[in-house]
């Protein structure tokens, strides 16, 4: 990644320096017909003089008083309007050399801001890297939090003690042994819940806080002016976190059917967490950003 921001960098600068001496080359250039009438001003001052002395002999040097008077009378309108036209020329190279230092200083001003743009959207990028990491247990089992939520909760509602717990015949027995019974499976069933309810809750928090990051990063990446490539390279690089985090749980039927079949025993806390990272799930879709490989 520094090598290609390197050799971005140097090739940035060598086509800002080739533009620059091409439009100072422009600047101070002469077109062709600029050269030849600048040319005929030349001859007629060095020639009309000889010229018009020589078949007007009534401007002959003899009777013309000084030579430099009748020299400087002949030259002077050609020599005034040379003058002019010079004169008229380099105002206009200024003008245009000032236009110029303005866009170049405003390509510079581009030029620094993408680079400013590609350190920054790098740095984020790589802080993001840094910050995602599975569990070693995780990395074991290859289970994703997302999955290891499913999993948690659907031990509880598929054992005998939650059936036995909530079954309506048991808490209504006629027999208070079974009643009595019931109530002990209840409590421990009840702490059991509790229990995984708060063990499930950091999983999900930290889900819910690398989607945000990932949606920032991907907010600020496209305000950014990075290149289209470099753009790209990100989407790729993020969807493969999203490989990892197996967002695609969230859209499969038998994913959500155990969530709502656990909807007892989910706490509140982790309600409102799984509903915030379907929503922001289905954002990163809508960005079409691909959540399952």
């Keep these: 990644m520094e090598n290609f921001k390197t050799q971005n960098k140097m090739q940035s600068e060598k086509d800002t320096k080739t533009k620059s001496e091409n439009n100072i080359k422009q600047l101070i250039g002469f077109s062709n017909w600029e050269m030849f009438g600048i040319g005929i001003l030349v001859i007629l001052i060095i020639f009309s003089p000889i010229v018009l002395s020589t078949f007007?002999?009534?401007l002959g040097f003899?009777?013309?008083g000084e030579v430099g008077d009748t020299i400087g009378g002949i030259t002077a309108p050609f020599v005034n309007l040379l003058a002019a036209y010079l004169v008229f020329k380099s105002f206009t190279a200024q003008i245009r050399a000032n236009a110029q230092q303005r866009e170049d200083h405003e390509e510079q001003m581009k030029q620094l801001n993408k680079e400013h743009s590609f350190t920054y959207i790098s740095n984020y990028y790589n802080l993001i890297k840094s910050k995602y990491t599975r569990r070693p247990e995780d990395q074991i089992l290859g289970w994703s939090k997302l999955y290891h939520t499913k999993m948690r909760f659907a031990e509880i509602f598929d054992t005998d003690t939650y059936k036995q717990a909530t079954n309506d015949l048991n808490i209504t027995h006629e027999n208070p042994t079974v009643r009595e019974e019931t109530k002990k499976?209840?409590?421990k069933l009840e702490h059991n819940i509790k229990f995984t309810n708060s063990n499930v809750t950091p999983d999900l928090i930290q889900v819910l806080?690398?989607?945000?990051?990932l949606i920032m990063f991907i907010e600020e990446s496209e305000k950014s002016n990075l290149d289209k490539g470099l753009q790209y390279f990100y989407k790729l690089e993020l969807e493969k976190i999203l490989?990892?985090?197996?967002?695609y749980h969230l859209f499969d039927e038998s994913y959500l059917e155990v969530i709502n079949n656990c909807d007892t025993i989910i706490s509140d806390q982790n309600k409102i967490l799984i509903k915030e990272i379907i929503e922001l799930a289905t954002k990163l879709t809508q960005k079409n950003y691909q959540i399952r490989k």
């Design 185 to 187: 499976i209840k409590l």
């Design 243 to 247: 490989y990892d985090v197996e967002l």
């Design 209 to 213: 806080n690398q989607l945000e990051t």
């Design 56 to 58: 007007n002999y009534s």
């Design 62 to 64: 003899s009777s013309s």
